[in-house]
């Protein structure tokens, strides 16, 4: 294991005023979010979507990284660069989903396991030859009354740490997801009791797997009431409850936190990130990795027309731009 690479790297995903772009959906959830738009998903039309965002002007000023999709990792832009060798080009570091999805965890009715660690050092090396130097593994925890439980905590805490170590061995610095989801009626309280136990397993799993901690990004959820919440919790509440929750799990070695948005709308997840940084300086670097919450906006102005792709790079780009801004706590809603 090269560390001080894996330390640059990790360190250049979090720099200062920029994120990272989760551009990582897969064939199935592409769909929806196209479906959302009235346009079909063919390969093509990903492929045209992606490169809207890729090639939006300046997109560098703001974006740090790249996770793709393994069929975006072997597309190219229609001038024939490859997208991952477009991206370094820009200065962009590109990244790459290696997780296989969260399947229904045997024994456990209604909680799930992350699989794809079989094969997984081989893909590994494959994907670094195309250019990664990046990945992400999400494990998916849902909350409701008799969930989540310490096995599938602890089961897929494991999964994590087994898939960090592989892609440190490779040269590839891990992003490390535990979403906690946001989909139930839970309150704040809840959703923090539940990632204060997610965490606290994350981290042990990651030390007794020797994980290198400076070449490790995090991407947790924030603390924030279910969707379905009767009183959903302010967003100075969400900001002091993350920040809470963080600081007692996350050594101060991890160079940088990358929140996923998970279902807010795009205003919340910038409005969020920047009180969290408000609420500064962070023993670590607190950005964003969002995918709807980045997307969103751009995927309505483009609605999949030609004419309309100037329009949804220019939509990106200014929630890129309030993103970049949030990231120091500079964002002026
Ligand atoms: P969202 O920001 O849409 O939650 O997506 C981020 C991501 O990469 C989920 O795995």
């Known amino acids: 294991m090269n560390r001080s690479e894996l330390e640059t790297i990790a360190r250049a995903m979090v720099a200062k005023g920029k994120g990272i772009l989760a551009a990582d959906e897969s064939s199935g959830t592409i ?8 346009v079909e998903s063919t390969q093509e039309t990903r ?6 965002l890729f090639t939006a002007p300046a997109a560098a000023d703001y974006i740090s990284g790249v996770i793709l999709y393994d069929e975006t990792i072997r597309q190219k832009t229609k001038d024939g660069t490859p997208f991952p060798q477009y991206l370094q080009g820009l200065g962009i570091l590109p990244g790459i989903k290696v997780d296989m999805g969260a399947k229904a965890l045997a024994g456990f009715p209604k909680e799930t396991i992350t699989e794809g660690l079989d094969g997984l050092r081989e893909r590994l090396a494959e994907y670094h030859g195309l250019g990664a130097r990046f990945a ?35 040269g590839i610095v891990p992003i490390v997801e535990p979403e906690v989801l946001m989909d139930g009626g839970h309150t704040l309280e809840r959703c923090e009791e539940v990632t204060n136990q997610v965490l606290a397993a994350v981290f042990a799993q990651l030390h007794s797997h020797r994980i290198h901690l400076e070449g490790t990004i995090l991407k947790p959820n924030m603390v924030i009431s ?6 959903r919790a302010a967003a100075q509440q969400v900001a002091e409850a993350t920040i809470r929750c963080l600081r007692r799990h996350v050594p101060s070695a991890v160079p940088g936190i990358a929140f996923l948005s998970g279902g807010q709308s795009s205003p919340e997840a910038t409005e969020h990130l920047n009180r969290m940084n408000v609420l500064g300086p962070h023993p670590w670097e607190l950005t964003f990795s969002y995918g709807r919450a980045l997307q969103e906006e751009a995927l309505q102005a483009w609605g999949g027309k030609p004419e309309n792709v100037e329009a949804g790079q220019k939509a990106f780009l200014r929630r890129a731009k309030f993103n970049g801004l949030a990231r120091s706590g500079a964002y002026d809603a």
Request: glycine share 2%; net charge positive.
């Open 136 to 170: 992400k593994w999400r494990a998916v925890i849902d909350i409701a009354e008799d969930i989540p439980t310490a096995f599938a905590i602890e089961a897929n805490a494991h999964a994590l740490a087994r898939y960090a170590a592989l892609c440190q061995e490779a």
């Open 47 to 52: 492929r045209s979507y992606r490169e809207l």
């Open 31 to 38: 769909k929806k979010r196209f479906d959302n738009i009235k």
């Open 226 to 231: 279910g969707k379905k919440c009767p009183m």
